[in-house]
């Protein structure tokens, strides 16, 4: 079981797994390679998603492959998840999900009783979600060059506001409110991976986040941004924040939600939680003025009733974490892969 | 060098190459696992897209993974290929394509100067087409999970007519128009991949189609029917649209264009050009009386200046090809799989 991987100080010649982390190879290969040829003024919003008009409306517009391994994982499975995170995504573009797509990458000898399950999980989870799998794709990759199921959604959701909820939207003195305790998707993947076993079973948090993120919007709170803590966890999610708006993250360790379980198996494992994906957790950005509205809002719908002020917005750059003996640490982005294929 | 795999009669317990051939064990695949469990009337069009009310605005939405052995081949590559592809799945819709996504599932050890290569195309393709390229998402597999890159590619773009373009606008009476001579992408692909030589060169017909479409809807021909000839080639194509009429094709056999390089090499190899993919062909399907007038416009499109008229549609189910020598034999979707992976 390899936790972490060292960082290339160049561009390597060659993918390496840290390349998927989401933490700073992810960062380098797309800033190196993937946005200078794609480079426009929607991906520059380095979002979750782009928002974009369509005739009179603001359509939002994200896509996600899944590649989770093991497919079956306490409290979810590669469906359900393709689902949940691509909603997530449009969630986070402050936007109402409608439409998915789904394209499939199967393995030759993949068992059809494993695809139908996961399909149907699919299907439940959209219904959960309301929205609609309404076109497809599906690919057969011959045996050995594959890895079983490999999942691609992605979805379109209008956008009923006028916000623009984007890193360069936050200003200082706004607040970080974050929906809940952490860690918790990514310890069950590699806890059923590994095949380890913690006292109290920790099972993902994976869940659509619409209707927490919809509630903030429809009651008038100015949101400034939004992230779901996928690859990379919280740090990350602060980091990209900080770098996309010009400004910094001051966090404070203590009020940081996490579970007595997921607490446990960090140690055990030598993980810092900061870093480990949540399927079902985001943070919002908004106005100080508005925090207690903002988390009353939250505290009403069951997917963030745990929610929480973290931190706040100024304007030294960084992020910062104030440890409970006031000390504070620089959190960067992590330098290989802590967790790989954990979505 | 397999070209063919059995039929199963039965749905098999794995998924088997043959799923992913777009003929008759994909539609078993689809029908028996993938349509149950997504059951919904967009997806139950059985289009390459879906066509939904966004706002006051008519949006096609279209997803497709691309898997394509080699990555690059004669006349393009698996980026050019993940870009024409979807932008086409969208023009058979008769949409104006406007936005891609691209999803990047990258093996570990692949070389970044190739990577670098595929996105360049993909952009370069994005210009071509007159799309852009808005959201992506980059994830890597453990070495010996993947085959070096596939891709994902989704899109939106808008109808910009009232047209409903399906297999179920399809009238008895109404003539079937080809692009152009078919089989180029499979033979190129297949030629590249199992280091074959033919005299004179086969290239890939890789391209985008959405002009010669869009040229047919904006000149007020009432375009009942459109689809591109992927997987399955034009014999699925017609299957495909036979089944969701309800209504029947009958073909000329030698009205259908083929070069003589394909033709040459399609008899070396025992391979029947009806099922070879194409990736930048599409037939068109009219009332009988615009015929002339859409064969004019779609003549004056570079990418469709090859268009004929090879068929009529009629009451009795099924397809009929009509040879030369006036015998008839019905075309079903392909047993088992022909060409894996050409695209």
Redesign the interface.
């Known amino acids: 079981m390899e936790l972490s991987c060292p960082l290339p100080e160049t561009?390597?010649?060659?993918?390496?797994?840290?390349?998927?982390s989401g933490g700073m190879m992810?960062h380098q290969?797309?800033e190196g390679?993937?946005f200078p040829?794609?480079g426009?003024s929607?991906?520059a919003t380095r979002h979750d998603?782009?928002v974009?008009r369509?005739?009179?409306?603001r359509?939002a517009?994200?896509?996600?492959?899944?590649?989770v391994?093991p497919r079956f994982f306490p409290g979810g499975n590669i469906g359900s998840l393709a689902v949940f995170g691509t909603v997530n995504d449009l969630a986070m573009c402050g936007a109402r999900p409608?439409?998915l797509?789904?394209?499939?990458?199967?393995?030759?000898?993949?068992?059809?009783?494993e695809?139908?399950r996961v399909?149907?999980s699919?299907?439940e989870a959209?219904e959960a979600a309301s929205v609609?799998?309404?076109?497809?794709?599906?690919?057969?990759?011959?045996r050995?060059?594959?890895?079983g199921l490999?999942i691609?959604t992605?979805g379109?959701g209008?956008c009923e506001h006028s916000l623009h909820i984007a890193p360069s939207s936050v200003r200082s003195g706004d607040v970080v409110l974050l929906s809940g305790d952490i860690g918790r998707h990514g310890i069950a993947v590699l806890a059923r991976r590994e095949g380890l076993e913690f006292e109290g079973a920790i099972e993902s948090d994976c869940t659509s986040l619409h209707r927490s993120t919809l509630s903030l919007v429809d009651s008038g709170v100015d949101v400034h941004c939004l992230r779901d803590l996928t690859r990379g966890g919280l740090a990350t999610a602060l980091k990209d924040i900080a770098d996309g708006s010009g400004l910094g993250v001051d966090v404070v360790e203590h009020q940081i939600p996490l579970s007595q379980e997921v607490h446990g198996a960090c140690e055990l494992l030598g993980l810092d939680p900061l870093y480990v994906a949540c399927e079902g957790r985001y943070i919002a950005i908004v106005p100080a003025e508005q925090a207690d509205k903002a988390l009353e809002i939250l505290r009403a719908c069951p997917e963030s009733q745990g929610a929480v002020q973290v931190g706040v917005i100024g304007e030294s750059t960084g992020v910062r974490l104030e440890s409970v003996l006031g000390t504070k640490r620089v959190v960067d982005r992590l330098p290989g892969e802590q967790l790989?294929?954990i979505c």
Chains 1, 2 share one sequence.
Request: aromatic share 4%; hydrophobic share 45%; charged share 10%.
């Open positions: 561009m390597p010649e060659s993918i390496q797994l840290g390349h998927g992810t290969l797309l390679v993937v040829a794609f426009n929607l991906l998603g782009a974009m369509v005739g009179n409306s359509v517009f994200t896509t996600d492959s899944y590649v391994n409608s439409h797509s789904v394209g499939l990458i199967a393995e030759e000898g993949l068992a059809i009783a695809l139908t399909v149907r699919m299907q959209a609609t799998i309404v076109t497809g794709d599906t690919k057969v990759v011959d050995g060059h594959g890895d490999y691609n992605s379109v209008i790989p294929r």
